[in-house]
C-alpha cells in the first residue's frame, strides 16, 4: 500500500512563498509519475503541476512561471515550489502517484492534503 504523506502548507501574504513536500512510503515512486492537486471550497479538484521519472514536467497555465515542481528519488519526495502566491491559490493541496504517457493519468493513492491559505 502507498502511502503519501503531505507536509509545508501554512498561511502565507499574498506575494510570499511556500514549499511543499509529499513523501512516499514506497520506492515505486521512482518509477512514476508524480503529481500535485489542489482543490478549493466548491471546485473541483485541479491539477497543478506533475513530473515525470526522468524529469519532464507540466503545469497548469494558472501557475506557470510561478511554481516549480521537483523530485528526489533518493528520498522518495516530490516538492512544489510556490512563489508569487495569490489569494486565487488558497486550496487544499494534494500529492498522487500517476502514469505519464505525454501527459498525465493520476492512480487512485492520494495524500491526506495540506492547506494552503494565501491572504491579499
Known amino acids: 500500500q502507498v502511502q503519501l504523506v503531505e507536509s509545508g502548507g501554512g498561511l502565507v501574504q499574498a506575494g510570499g512563498s511556500l514549499r511543499l513536500s509529499c513523501a512516499a512510503s514506497e520506492t515505486i515512486f521512482s518509477i512514476n509519475a508524480m503529481g500535485w492537486y489542489r482543490q478549493a471550497p466548491g471546485k473541483r479538484r485541479e491539477l497543478v503541476a506533475a513530473?515525470?521519472?526522468?524529469?519532464?514536467?507540466n503545469y497548469a497555465d494558472s501557475v506557470k512561471g510561478r511554481f516549480t515542481i521537483s523530485r528526489d528519488n533518493a528520498k522518495n519526495t516530490v516538492y512544489l515550489q510556490m512563489n508569487s502566491l495569490k489569494p486565487e491559490d488558497t486550496a487544499v493541496y494534494y500529492c498522487?502517484?500517476?502514469?505519464?504517457?505525454?501527459?498525465?493519468?493520476?492512480?487512485?493513492?492520494w495524500g491526506q492534503g495540506t492547506q494552503v491559505t494565501v491572504s491579499s
Open positions: 498522487n502517484i500517476g502514469l505519464w504517457t505525454g501527459s498525465y493519468s493520476p492512480y487512485n493513492y
Open positions: 513530473i515525470a521519472s526522468g524529469g519532464r514536467t
